[in-house]
């Protein structure tokens, strides 16, 4: 089985640095996604990891070290609009086809002015 | 930008009735998904469905549920006989070829609602 852990709350003021943690345990990997949903809207792709090492998507980072199975999502410069969910998400290929996405528990951000 | 639509937005229904829920994925994407999100819990996986065939389920999808793609832009999902626990919003996702490691689409949801 597959199991993703986060943090479920995290809170931060406006402008700061926050990081979200991931911590996996998976039967197939092939690569660490994260989302992000606002108030049960449609998740939203930001950053995907396949290999050990930083990605960098704007404000948004992403880190994958995959003999930790850990990873963690860096938002900087934070804005009231990036109050909202993030998950992370463990990427496994279907022998039949297709993509697998199993996601973690989710971590609830809440930015303060 | 390509979109991954649903509908309806919302569904109420009785237990024990049928819902079909419906969704139209990206034109030239080849791989569909249904996920499930009971409030306040996190995104589940239910089933993808590749080459009008279902490539893998989990254990939520049991005999109640099945999918289809009945012409080339629609995909469904269907709830035999609705229980109170199917209550959540349903997404349905697509993405392009497997080896493009890019993320999902996600259609803005279902929210299915069985009293």
């Known amino acids: 089985g597959q199991s993703l852990e986060q943090p479920s709350e995290v809170t931060a003021v406006e402008g700061a640095i926050v990081q979200i943690n991931c911590t996996y345990q998976t039967s197939g990997f092939y690569g660490l996604s994260w989302y992000q949903q606002h108030d049960g809207g449609a998740p939203t792709f930001l950053s995907y990891?396949?290999?050990?090492g930083l990605e960098e998507t704007g404000r948004f980072s992403s880190f994958l070290s995959r003999s930790d199975s850990y990873g963690y999502l860096l938002l900087q410069e934070l804005q009231m609009k990036d109050s909202a969910s993030y998950f992370c998400a463990v990427r496994d290929i279907l022998t039949g086809g297709g993509n697998k996405l199993t996601f973690g528990t989710g971590t609830q951000l809440k930015v303060e002015l | 930008e390509p979109e991954v639509t649903q509908t309806p937005s919302h569904q109420v229904t009785q237990m024990g009735q049928e819902v079909i829920l419906r969704c139209v994925p990206i034109s030239n994407h080849l791989y569909f998904y249904w996920y499930r999100q009971i409030l306040g819990q996190k995104v589940e996986f239910l089933v993808s469905?590749?080459?009008?065939?279902?490539?893998?389920k989990s254990e939520i999808f049991d005999d109640q549920f099945s999918v289809e793609r009945p012409d080339g832009s629609n995909f469904t999902l269907k709830i035999r006989s609705t229980k109170l626990e199917d209550s959540a919003m349903y997404f349905c996702?697509?993405?392009?070829?497997?080896?493009?490691?890019?993320?999902?689409?996600f259609g803005s949801g279902t929210r299915l609602t069985v009293v």
């Open positions: 469905f590749y080459n009008n065939e279902i490539s893998e």
């Open positions: 990891n396949g290999l050990d």
């Open positions: 996702a697509s993405s392009p070829r497997a080896s493009v490691p890019i993320g999902y689409t």
